[in-house]
């Protein structure tokens, strides 16, 4: 099962950028950590880690995809919905002048 053909490859960067606009005062909801949180990407400008898990509903199936964040404190992890950060990545680079944010 793959991902939708919409599907847009978000860098590190770009969920970095999506974290600082979108919850400035981020902390763990367990422990309340603020610095000790892991963004997952192979670098800033490599591919961020997508966790995708398969949901089955009556007879259909689909992929529900997710960014990641994990506290280092308490090992908590914070999943954040990839159709919701891509589409403000691909909104703001429209925004930008940055041309199709599916352009690679």
Not at 27 to 46: F, I, R, V, W, Y
Not at 47 to 55: D, G, I, N, S, Y
Request: glycine share 10%; hydrophobic share 35%; net charge negative.
């Amino acid at each position: 099962m793959d991902m939708p053909s919409d599907h847009l490859a978000i860098t590190g960067q770009d969920f970095s950028d999506y974290l600082s606009k979108r919850c400035p005062g981020l902390k763990c909801p367990m422990c309340q950590a603020t610095e000790n949180l892991m963004l997952h990407a192979d670098s800033s400008d490599g591919p961020a880690h997508l966790l995708t898990t398969p949901v089955h509903v009556g007879g259909g199936a689909f992929q529900l995809g997710n960014y990641f964040i994990t506290c280092l404190d308490c090992g908590h992890v914070i999943l954040f919905n990839a159709h919701r950060i891509e589409g403000w990545v691909r909104s703001n680079k429209e925004a930008a002048g940055e041309g199709d944010a599916n352009d690679e």
